[in-house]
Structure formats: structure tokens, C-alpha cells
């Protein structure tokens, strides 16, 4: 039985062999070493941070995005900004993080891209 077939589809979609490799230098990191890789990246990404408005994360605001419409419950804007991303070929983890109150990009570029994507939808 090979390494890759003791890992799941979904966590092989969200961490890629060839990302895996590149980033870690083997397919299995330990949880603490993708805990420290991921948190590096988020602090890294720091210069193309959004802040949430307060509004939003305590769900007092309705803020429409594709297939999702929020207000009422907390965190379902962490939803929406997942659908924006992954509607425009973002992958989280790799190419952004969401945290409480805060959405981070790899690049500036996929930042402005969301802003437009959000935009556009709210």
C-alpha cells in the first residue's frame, strides 16, 4: 500500500502532493509542522490582510455572495468568503486563510480579485 492511498481524497484536494513536497519535503507532515508552515503564511500574508467588519462577524449585517446569504448566525461570513475564494480559483491554506474578523492572501492580486468578487456580490 503506497502513501497515497492511506490519505483521503479531500485531504489530498486540499494538500496536493505537490505542494505537500515543496513545502515539507514529504507527503505526511505532523500536525505541528503544518500548524507552524500555515501560520508562518499567515503571518507572512499580513500586508494583504481584510479586515471583517464587526457587523459582519457578529451577524448583524446581511451580506448576499454567491449561493450563501448570511445574517443571523456567527462565522457563516467564514462561508461566504470560502465560496468567493473558491469561485475564483483560490485555495485556502495555499492561496489564503480566514481567521475571526480577518481574510489573508498569498498575493496582492488575489486579494483584489476577491475585493472585486465581493464586491460585486454584496
Known amino acids: 500500500m503506497t502513501i497515497s492511498n492511506l490519505r483521503s481524497s479531500v485531504y489530498m484536494e486540499i494538500f496536493p502532493d505537490d505542494e505537500m513536497i515543496e ?7 505532523s500536525l505541528s509542522e503544518r500548524n507552524a508552515y500555515f501560520f508562518d503564511k499567515w503571518m507572512e500574508w499580513r500586508s494583504n490582510r481584510i479586515k471583517i467588519p464587526p457587523e459582519i462577524v457578529n451577524g448583524l449585517a446581511s ?45 496582492s492580486d488575489y486579494m483584489a480579485m476577491f475585493k472585486i468578487n465581493w464586491d460585486k456580490n454584496g
Do not use: N, S
Not at 513545502?23 to 507532515?29: D, R, S, V
Not at 445574517?71 to 491554506?93: D, P, Q, T
Open 63 to 107: 451580506k448576499r455572495t454567491p449561493g450563501v446569504v448570511m445574517g443571523g448566525k456567527k462565522k457563516e461570513y467564514e462561508g461566504a468568503i470560502r465560496e468567493v475564494c473558491k469561485g475564483i480559483g483560490l485555495r485556502e491554506f495555499w492561496d489564503y486563510q480566514v481567521k475571526p474578523g480577518e481574510v489573508r492572501f498569498a498575493q
Open 23 to 29: 513545502a515539507f519535503g514529504h507527503l505526511q507532515p
